[in-house]
Structures are given as C-alpha cells and as structure tokens.
C-alpha cells in the first residue's frame, strides 16, 4: 500500500490518477491505463470522466473510435495535485 492509499483509501480514481501523474508527459489510452492499473475498461471510462470534467485531464480524439488522455500540466488544480503528490511520497507515514 503506498502513501496516498494509507490517506485516502484505495479507489478507481485515485489509481487512474496516480497512473497518469506517474506518466504525466505520456499521452495514453483508456486500454493503456486499465492494462497498467489491473482495472476494467469500463471502471477507467467511468472514473476518468470527472478527471476529465474538472480540467485535470485532458481527453484527444485519436481515429474514429480511440481517446487519448493526459494529465493537464496547464491547469492549476493539476499542478497542486502533482505537488502533493511528490510531497507525500517524501514523507513519512505511520502505518
């Protein structure tokens, strides 16, 4: 279990959202993160959605049928996230 699971808990969106800030310069797919997280296709389609709404990540269409998503380094909210993100994992947490 690492840090942000010992805080928050282990949910779909918080593994979709780890996967894309460990990966935050590579575009991906929803195949691509559910392949990477051990999740469904369909738990990523669903979790993503509200990822993608709040302007954290960013949603490409790629072909006819294929998204591309990535963390928006342009937002704000983003690079609060990643912040903590970097920052929990250099601390300490009991367990």
């Not at 997280?37 to 738990?43: I, R």
Request: no cysteine.
């Amino acid at each position: 279990m690492d840090k942000l699971e010992k805080i928050f808990g282990k949910t779909a969106q918080m593994t979709v959202l780890k996967n894309l800030i460990e990966r935050q310069n590579e575009p991906t797919y929803l195949s691509g993160i559910a392949e990477e997280t051990g999740l469904s296709h369909a738990s990523v389609s669903r979790v993503i959605t509200p990822l993608v709404g709040s302007g954290v990540v960013t949603e490409k269409p790629f072909g006819k049928q294929t998204r591309i998503f990535q963390l928006n380094m342009e937002s704000e909210a983003a690079k609060l996230i990643v912040d903590f993100y970097k920052k929990i994992n250099q601390t300490e947490i009991e367990a």
